[in-house]
Structure formats: structure tokens, C-alpha cells
């Protein structure tokens, strides 16, 4: 999660230049704010549900796990569970 930021404004940049749109700077923020709040959600609601402590860390690496894991299973390289 410590490089979201950067990487999510990388991407915002460029669904802009794919779209041919301009966000101002007030947009960019608050794409990235929303941004920013739901990957800390998600690490807060992982990490609550893991045996291991409850902490950011754990909670992003398994969120990041398990969105790994959601898109190699929607690309059908693994099996339903």
C-alpha cells in the first residue's frame, strides 16, 4: 500500500490520456482520496479476519493476495473454491 498512491495517479493519467480527458488538480485528489480510504478499508477488514494480529501489514499483503488470487481465478487458471 505504501506505493499506491504514486502507482494509482500513474493510472489515473493514463485512463485520462486514453479518454482524452483533463482532471484538474481538485479532481485528482479526490479520485485519489477515494482511492486511498478503499485500499485502507480493505486492509482494515482483511487484517480483522486473519489469525495472525490484525495489522496494516498483514492486512495488505492478504488483500493483495486475494485480489491476485480473485484474478487468476476469473482468468480460469485456478478452480472454483
Same mark, same amino acid.
Given at each position: 500500500a !505504501? $506505493?499506491?498512491g504514486g502507482v494509482g495517479v500513474s493510472g489515473f493519467e493514463m !485512463? =485520462?490520456?486514453? =479518454?482524452k480527458l483533463f482532471w484538474d488538480s481538485d479532481m485528482v485528489e479526490a479520485q485519489l482520496r477515494t &482511492?486511498? +480510504? $478503499?485500499i485502507y478499508d480493505q486492509m482494515i477488514k482483511v487484517g480483522? $479476519?486473519?489469525?495472525? !494480529?490484525?495489522? &496494516? +501489514?498483514?492486512?495488505? $499483503? =492478504?488483500?493483495?493476495?486475494?485480489?491476485v488470487a480473485d484474478a487468476?481465478?476469473? &482468468?480460469?487458471w485456478l478452480g472454483e473454491s
Open positions: !505504501s $506505493n499506491a !485512463s =485520462q490520456n486514453a =479518454q &482511492l486511498m +480510504e $478503499n480483522k $479476519n486473519s489469525r495472525r !494480529s490484525a495489522t &496494516l +501489514e498483514v492486512g495488505a $499483503n =492478504q488483500a493483495g493476495f486475494l485480489k487468476m481465478r476469473d &482468468l480460469g
